[in-house]
Every structure is written in C-alpha cells, then in structure tokens.
C-alpha cells in the first residue's frame, strides 16, 4: 500500500518533466486609454476646420452670419464656386498647374541622374563627391535668404514678371532634397544587379532607366508630390517675381481674393480655397499607394 502511494506520488513529480516544458503565462495588455484620446483628439482638430470650410462654402453669404457655423446649410448652394469661376480663377489655377508641372519634372529628371551619378561613380570621381556636397550645402540655404540675389537674377535675365521667373529659382530649390532622397533608394539597390546589367553588355543609360528607375520608383513619386506642393502651395517667389495680375499663381490669388472683392464674402473665399486643395488631394489619391511606399521604405532604411 505504501509503495502504491510512493509510485503515485513519483508520477505527480515527474509530470511536470515528462510532458515537456510549462504553459507560458498569458499576460493581458492594458488599453492605453490616453493615446486613443490624445488621437481622437488630434484627429478632431484636423477634421473640424476642413468639415468647416467645405460646408461654409455652400452657404450664402447672408446665412453664414445668422446660422451655426457647424450646422451644414439647409439650402446648399453652388453661387460661391460660380462667382470664384467668373472671377479668373481658372487663368490662376492654369498658372499654378504650369509652374508646378514646369518645376517637378526637371527638377526630378536632373535629380533622378544625378543621383545615380553619384552613387555609380563618388568612390572614383572627387569631382562628383564635390558635387554631392554641393547639393548638401543647399540644403542648408532657406528660400528667404535668397530672395534678393533671385530677384537681381531674374532682372539680369529680363525675365521678371513671367512664369519662367518662377520656375527657375524652384528647380534650383527642388534639386537637393531630390538628389538626396533618390541618392538613398539607389544606395539600396544591390550593387549584384547593376554588375549583371553591365556583364549582359547595357549601357549606364540603360541600366539607369531600366533597372535603377524602376527599383526606386516610390522614391520618384513620393519626391514629385513633395515637390509639387511645395510649389502649388508657394507663395514668396509668386509675392516677389511677379507683378501682373495674369500671372498670379492660386496662393497670391487667394490673398488678393480676401482684400478685394471677397473682403466680407467668407463663403465664396472657402470656395476659392476648396478649389486650390482639390488637385492636390486628387494627386494623394492617385499616387497614395507610391508616396505610402516610399515613405515607408525611408523610415526603414
């Protein structure tokens, strides 16, 4: 009888052993009830002004004084866009699409194969190392403190009050930022491709368009959307090179809309803002899945 409760006794002991390792505990992660806050929060403070403008702008100018400001209007009306469409708007936005398109793709292009020639060749040529701090150094230059030296430039030039003035000092701008971003793609690219590109006897041009570009493309569209806000949103160049009311770009557009004729009309100036906004959130919504991809391969890198 004893020794039956002994040999029990040893199986309880061993078991523990004999089935193998013990269940890991399971540990409950609290809620972090002050970050959902914090970003519902963050969220309200991004959402309401744009709820705002964009129900504002649907308003009469006599019902904006006299009714909730974020109460949607009751008879929505489309007499604010109208009255922005009459007034040269759309002379305006062509002159903010042309100055962003004429920036962007030279800008990226030059970029593109400067980059490419600087990581290709840096550790055989001084001079391209020399031109990779050059464009370093530019990026420590803010735009305000060249405004005069750009400004006796584009006299120099005769090409003052024109969108060439404008699409010129934005290139110069645009190109370190780009040349060090897409530097950084094509460093990623394993140096295995580009010596099996030239053992099948490509060119560099080749290699630069047909492997290096696609490889890096979410680098390309997330330096052209980048760029290309900078520009439509840019308002100190149009402010200083430009004169003539025909060649102003939307932001110069906007400031004038609210000293002159939209002095007091709130609604139509919202209007004239939802229209500025609308390309550019169309251009995230077709190049969101690339700007995403980019974005997130730079946080990685």
């Given at each position: 009888?004893?020794?039956?409760?002994?040999?029990?006794?040893?199986?309880?002991?061993?078991?523990?052993?004999?089935?193998?390792?013990?269940?890991?505990?399971?540990?409950?992660?609290?809620?972090?009830?002050?970050?959902?806050l914090?970003?519902?929060?963050w969220?309200?403070?991004?959402?309401?002004?744009?709820?705002?403008?964009?129900?504002?702008?649907?308003?009469?100018?006599?019902?904006?004084y006299?009714?909730?400001?974020?109460?949607?209007?009751s008879?929505?009306?489309?007499?604010?866009?109208?009255?922005?469409?009459?007034?040269?708007?759309?002379?305006?936005?062509?002159?903010?699409?042309?100055?962003?398109?004429?920036?962007?793709?030279?800008?990226?292009?030059?970029?593109?194969?400067?980059?490419?020639?600087?990581?290709?060749?840096?550790?055989?040529?001084?001079?391209?190392?020399?031109?990779?701090?050059?464009?370093?150094?530019?990026?420590?230059?803010?735009?305000?403190?060249?405004?005069?030296?750009?400004?006796?430039?584009?006299?120099?030039?005769?090409?003052?009050?024109?969108?060439?003035?404008l699409?010129?000092?934005?290139?110069?701008?645009?190109?370190?930022?780009?040349?060090?971003?897409?530097?950084?793609?094509?460093?990623?690219?394993?140096?295995?491709?580009?010596?099996?590109?030239?053992?099948?006897?490509?060119?560099?041009?080749?290699?630069?368009?047909?492997?290096?570009?696609?490889?890096?493309?979410?680098?390309?569209?997330?330096?052209?959307?980048?760029?290309?806000?900078?520009?439509?949103?840019?308002?100190?160049?149009?402010?200083?090179?430009t004169?003539?009311?025909?060649?102003?770009?939307?932001?110069?557009?906007?400031?004038?809309?609210?000293?002159?004729?939209?002095?007091?009309?709130?609604?139509?100036?919202?209007?004239?803002?939802?229209?500025?906004?609308?390309?550019?959130?169309?251009?995230?919504?077709?190049?969101?899945?690339?700007?995403?991809?980019?974005?997130?391969?730079?946080?990685?890198?």
């Open positions: 009888m004893t020794a039956t409760h002994t040999s029990r006794a040893a199986q309880r002991t061993a078991a523990p052993g004999a089935h193998g390792r013990r269940r890991p505990k399971t540990t409950s992660q609290r809620p972090n009830w002050l970050a959902g914090m970003g519902w929060l969220l309200a403070v991004v959402i309401i002004p744009i709820y705002w403008i964009v129900i504002t702008s649907f308003k009469t100018q006599s019902n904006y006299i009714t909730n400001p974020l109460v949607p209007p008879d929505p009306t489309l007499d604010n866009y109208r009255l922005v469409l009459d007034l040269d708007f759309p002379l305006y936005f062509l002159n903010s699409l042309l100055v962003a398109i004429g920036t962007v793709i030279p800008s990226v292009l030059f970029a593109f194969m400067a980059a490419y020639a600087i990581v290709r060749s840096a550790g055989a040529s001084r001079f391209l190392r020399g031109v990779n701090s050059l464009f370093l150094m530019g990026l420590a230059i803010p735009l305000q403190a060249t405004v005069i030296p750009v400004y006796l430039l584009i006299i120099k030039l005769h090409l003052y009050d024109s969108l060439t003035a699409i010129l000092p934005s290139v110069a701008f645009a190109i370190p930022l780009s040349v060090l971003v897409l530097a950084n793609f094509i460093r990623d690219v394993p140096k295995e491709l580009f010596e099996s590109m030239r053992m099948d006897g490509a060119t560099e041009w080749k290699t630069l368009w047909g492997l290096a570009f696609p490889l890096t493309r979410p680098a390309v569209v997330t330096v052209s959307i980048y760029n290309a806000l900078q520009v439509w949103n840019g308002f100190l160049l149009p402010l200083i090179l004169q003539s009311p025909d060649k102003r770009t939307l932001p110069l557009a906007l400031a004038a809309f609210q000293g002159g004729p939209y002095g007091v009309n709130v609604p139509a100036v919202l209007a004239s803002v939802v229209l500025t906004i609308l390309p550019m959130l169309i251009l995230y919504t077709v190049g969101r899945r690339q700007l995403l991809s980019g974005l997130t391969a730079g946080f990685g890198k």
